[in-house]
């Protein structure tokens, strides 16, 4: 097909009050319309206008899931309500329940809300429960962003327990969470974990990709094969790239704390935006090894702040000053005075509107945490987490601020 055959796309928007959009569309019509061509580039057609100028740049990085060899979505329960809760204990009483005989289906099925599909079958899960360690399986859970749960670890009950990456995590180790793709009105996300996590961690569907794999304990002839060793969870083909970059191979950790990094730059973000909301996201490697181990140490900050383990992350900062029920009721930021309220009296202060507006991925995570526990009071445990999150968040901030000023 010659070009002046090809068809053509055009495009055209409209903003505004419902009112004035019907006033635009009244007077007039496709004739009158500003229509926008659209440049469509080969695999990409989309119905909007998009800058793919960089694409031939951006497309000589290495794409994430070229780097890690082994990774999967994060876990799909279909039944949160029995699977997953704020405390551990719950978890077991709810399990306790599910594996009392006294106990009918119905009655199973009415409190916590479940039923069977044409792929789960309740009679057949609560049998093979019966025969599971309850506590063995209670794990802790990567919920949301700096919101650790709990959850029941068991292909009888989860939809998608991904077993095959997920296993990996359960050992000491630390995965990247992020997603292949994000809508136009959700911001880039990723973060760390030492977790198993959901699907929705960060964005509607989040992949994870751990650092380290470990021996397969279901099939006995690998575990022997590795003698229980971990392995770096890289490609054949990017470890190769690896041993190139410089005089001295970086160590796994080196590696998996650059590409942090390079996640959490705001100029990659800003500059490859239009990538990182319809593709897994690709990573630039610096020849400059300083610059290379200058980024890999800051990622290395971003991941200690991120899973709370930072030493600063102690020292007084956020204050909960007044007494009360700690009871979380409604969720106000009060700008004026920095102040996040959980009820009419109680609030944390000293909380910058940068912080409070602070997003990853689908969530803005300072509001998102107290809002999911609505209703519920608040634990010690959970005020001192908040004001750590907070403290993170500003200290992620400033570091973010150091990444720019690193040329990738």
């Not at 380290?212 to 229980?228: A, V």
């Not at 890289?234 to 470890?239: A, G, H, I, N, S």
């Not at 383990?309 to 000053?321: D, Q, T």
Request: charged letters at 30%; proline letters at 4%.
């Amino acid at each position: 097909m010659t070009d002046s055959k090809k068809p053509k796309v055009f495009y055209a928007d409209l903003w505004g009050t419902r009112e004035k959009k019907y006033d635009v569309l009244m007077k007039n019509d496709i004739e009158t319309t500003k229509w926008e061509e659209l440049k469509h580039t080969a695999p990409y057609y989309f119905f909007i206008p998009k800058d793919f100028s960089l694409l031939k740049e951006y497309e000589k990085f290495w794409k994430i899931t070229d780097i890690f060899k082994e990774y999967s979505s994060g876990i799909q329960t279909k039944r949160d309500k029995l699977a997953i809760s704020f405390d551990r204990d719950t978890i077991r009483k709810n399990f306790l329940m599910f594996q009392n005989i006294n106990f009918s289906d119905e009655i199973i099925e009415k409190t916590f809300k479940i039923s069977s599909t044409y792929e789960w079958h309740l009679k057949k899960a609560r049998e093979e429960i019966n025969k599971e360690n309850i506590d063995k399986n209670i794990k802790n859970y990567f919920y949301r962003p700096f919101d650790i749960r709990w959850i029941y670890y068991s292909d009888a009950i989860l939809a998608r327990p991904f077993i095959r990456v997920m296993q990996h995590l359960l050992n000491k180790n630390i995965g990247i969470c992020t997603s292949r793709k994000f809508p136009e009105t959700i911001s880039f996300g990723t973060m760390i974990t030492r977790l198993i996590g959901d699907i929705h961690s960060v964005a509607d569907q989040t992949y994870f990709f751990p650092l380290y794999l470990y021996p397969d304990k279901t099939r006995k002839e690998i575990f022997e094969q590795n003698r229980g060793e971990r392995i770096p969870n890289f490609t054949d083909k990017f470890q190769q790239f690896a041993k190139t970059l410089f005089k001295t191979v970086p160590s796994p950790e080196e590696i998996f704390y650059y590409i942090y990094a390079v996640l959490y730059s705001p100029t990659y973000r800003k500059r490859y935006e239009e990538f990182l909301k319809i593709d897994f996201p690709r990573i630039p490697f610096t020849k400059n090894y300083k610059h290379f181990k200058k980024l890999s140490e800051l990622g290395k900050e971003l991941a200690d702040l991120h899973l709370l383990k930072h030493s600063a992350l102690n020292e007084a900062y956020i204050g909960f000053p007044v007494s009360g029920t700690n009871k979380v009721e409604n969720v106000k930021y009060d700008e004026t005075n920095k102040r996040v309220y959980i009820n009419k009296s109680q609030y944390f202060d000293n909380i910058s509107k940068e912080v409070w507006e602070y997003h990853i991925g689908a969530y803005q995570v300072m509001a998102k945490y107290l809002k999911d526990r609505k209703k519920r009071k608040l634990s010690l445990d959970e005020i001192n987490h908040y004001m750590k999150v907070a403290k993170s968040i500003k200290m992620t901030i400033k570091t973010q601020k150091q990444i720019e000023k690193i040329r990738l």
